[in-house]
């Protein structure tokens, strides 16, 4: 079995460049399926997930093959309209693939998704956009099939701006009759890199980034070339470490907009950070102290998947930091394995309290989920001796080299088979 083994107390320091976004990425996966052509993705991470999505591309009858650091899809010939349960089991987010498939072939079917590590993660928006574009949607055995002769474009008002539905709400509306208005869409910086995606393939989309999104259908008919935009959560994970560790790290290919809620906590904490076009330097002595409230909302609140990150930074700060997770209804796991570091958090139903400790100890603890295993690498590079973190399969979800990257930036760390 791999771990990773973490032996902290070293500065972070150098220049590293931030891999393309995995939450970027996958819906854009599922709308190559929409262009019968070819798709040729630059800076597609090396991730889990995207290996899962190529499966399902590749089951639903398109070519998927890497070119170096590029991945080319060719979607002439989707055959498929179904997704296995084997498939659907390995990436919870293949659900976006269902407006995707429903418009190329006005079916599909899948399983249900179902709960996740975060606890219960339901899809009745996703489902009731589709409905009101004209899709029949009915469970069967635990299947959901979706059909539709004609799917028309409406408007589709969300009770909550939940990106997953709102991004296939934009997949399908891709393949209706007219225009389809999003209101009260998620505005996160991925639904803006879906848009110039779907775009680039000839699709005639607007508003994404704002809460009202604009979809025209039709055929799209353009192959094209497009670049992922940088991975946020990446980034955060990076800047966090370099927090808590202290030290100087430069990240570039990488927007300090998108970060802003992020990089305005380190700054309260005590670190400098600097952003310009295209990078972000961070400068921390490593003692770092408590910062206000961080509650998680939607972008541009500050990211739920950026709470486990932080709070693993101020694990040794002066004073208490409150966190209030307000996103899902199970996102402490990581709680009890920064505890066995000698963090003292309590928590309480969506509130965790983190009072800084003098040190942290090097331990063998467990990942429960990505963004929590990423939580202990930062928790690692701050501690004292040697930290040996399990089931990193959640980490390789959505970092395409976590130890590479913080290698090259100075820190003590290596793969392990043990
Ligand atoms: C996406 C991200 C995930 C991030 C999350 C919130 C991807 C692949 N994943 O997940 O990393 O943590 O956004 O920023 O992009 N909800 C419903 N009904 C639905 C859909 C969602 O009640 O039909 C609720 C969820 O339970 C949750 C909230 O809406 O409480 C937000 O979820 P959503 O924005 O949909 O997250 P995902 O798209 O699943």
Redesign the pocket.
Same mark, same amino acid.
């Given at each position: 079995m791999k771990h990773i083994v973490i032996r902290g107390g070293h500065r972070l320091e150098g220049v590293l460049p931030v891999q393309g976004a995995?939450?970027s990425v996958? $819906?854009i996966l599922a709308a190559t399926i929409l262009h019968p052509g070819t798709t040729v993705l630059r800076g597609c991470p090396r991730l889990s997930d995207v290996e899962a999505s190529i499966r399902i591309l590749r089951h639903l009858g398109c070519d998927a093959q890497w070119q170096g650091e590029e991945l080319v899809v060719d979607a002439s010939s989707v055959s498929r309209w179904d997704v296995p349960d084997h498939l659907m089991r390995e990436m919870?987010?293949s659900v976006?693939f269902l407006g995707a498939i429903l418009a190329r072939l006005g079916k599909a079917e899948m399983s249900y998704p179902g709960g996740c590590e975060?606890? $219960?993660? $339901?899809? /009745?928006?996703?489902?009731s956009a589709l409905r009101k574009l004209g899709a029949a949607v009915e469970e069967k055995g635990g299947r959901l099939c979706c059909e539709a002769a004609a799917l028309e474009g409406r408007e589709i008002a969300l009770s909550?701006?939940?990106?997953?539905?709102t991004?296939n709400a934009m997949l399908a509306a891709c393949g209706a009759r007219g225009e389809t208005v999003i209101v009260n869409a998620?505005r996160?910086p991925?639904i803006v890199d879906l848009q110039n995606f779907l775009r680039s393939m000839g699709c005639t989309v607007r508003g994404a980034g704002s809460s009202t999104i604009c979809v025209a259908g039709g055929q799209l008919t353009k192959d094209c070339i497009h670049t992922v935009m940088p991975d946020r959560?990446v980034a955060a994970t990076y800047l966090s470490a370099a927090a808590a560790a202290g030290g100087e790290v430069e990240l570039t290919h990488v927007d300090y907009r998108h970060l802003s809620t992020v990089t305005a906590a380190l700054h309260e904490a005590g670190c400098r950070v600097i952003g310009g076009e295209g990078r972000i330097l961070l400068r921390s002595d490593g003692a770092l102290k408590a910062i206000s409230a961080v509650r998680t909302a $939607?972008?541009p609140g500050f990211?739920? /998947?950026a709470q486990a990150i932080l709070m693993a930074a101020l694990l040794k700060s002066r004073g208490t930091t409150v966190f209030v997770e307000n996103?899902? /209804?199970n996102r402490y796991r990581h709680v009890d394995e920064l505890c066995r570091m000698g963090a003292d958090i309590s928590v309480a139903d969506r509130v965790a309290v983190v009072t800084g400790v003098p040190r942290l100890s090097g331990a063998t603890v467990r990942c429960t989920d990505l963004r929590g295993g990423a939580a202990l690498m930062v928790a690692g590079v701050s501690a004292e001796g040697e930290t040996c973190i399990e089931d990193i399969h959640h980490i390789c979800r959505g970092y395409a080299d976590p130890v590479g990257d913080l290698v090259a930036l100075g820190a003590d760390i290596r793969w392990e088979e043990r």
């Open positions: 995995k939450n996958l $819906p919870r987010s976006i975060l606890g $219960p993660r $339901p899809i /009745d928006l996703h489902l909550l701006p939940s990106v997953g539905a991004e998620a996160e991925e959560i $939607p972008y990211p739920t /998947d996103m899902f /209804d």
